[in-house]
């Protein structure tokens, strides 16, 4: 159900007070009666998985803060085959601001929760602060390295090295909350089996091969076919190879 509010108390507003975006996100370039303002035109939404967000081609209307959840990113050839390019977590900002149509998927890869907003809204603030131009500028960067490490872990990893990336990523992005310094954490997969060999470059019986490996290794421990424990991150990112 989508709920909008705009009633605020101590000059933030009651949809921003509890948001992770709010400190971490774009949000965070916002001075109080900015946000307000935003407010007024938000609502927060929550999308099943496998729920597409933005289509390739669609015109862009809106932008959205990721509040929880995965997304995944697609491109798409003529012939329909698409290749999983990239995945956003909370506070990531989805959309691409200045573009008139989209050039890519987004799809709800788990339960997604989203905070919405108009597209001439957001950009219209991004002329009026510089700070909120700069933390999408900087946001941008970062998944410009991380594109760069992934060209890395896609074109020189070997397989075993590959999943204990895309685990070691999903470990370090998957909850906000987490401590940076915390070396044990634990999560459920967000991808499928075939999700994750198509964002590798691997078959489907190579993730699962890799996977069984990693478990028997002590790496990794998997419970009911998803959930998975890590409890020693520093064991993980070595077997990634960084």
Known sequence: MTVRQDVHSAGIPVLCQSCEARHHGVCGAL????????AKTSSKHTVEAGVELIGDAEAVDSYANVLSGVVKLMKSLSDGR?????????????GRPFKVESAINAEAATA??????????????MKESPGLEHRLFKQTLNELDD?????????RKSASEKLASFLLMIARNIDPTLDPAAQSTS?????????????LGLTIETVSR??????????IRIENNRH????SL??????SGA
């Not at 594109?147 to 074109?155: N, P």
């Open 187 to 199: 999560f459920d997969l967000p991808l499928t089996r075939a999700d994750i060999a198509d964002f």
């Open 210 to 219: 890799q996977l069984t490996r990693l478990r028997s290794d002590g790496v």
């Open 112 to 125: 997604v929760s989203l905070c919405s907003f108009p597209k001439a809204a957001i950009e219209r603030m």
């Open 31 to 38: 001075d109080p009666d900015q946000l307000v303002g935003l």
């Open 147 to 155: 594109a760069r490490d992934w060209m890395v872990t896609l074109g």
């Open 234 to 239: 520093n064991r993980l990112q070595r077997r």
């Open 228 to 231: 998975v424990i890590v409890d």
């Open 82 to 94: 698409q290749q999983i390019v990239g995945l956003q977590f909370a506070p990531d900002f989805l």
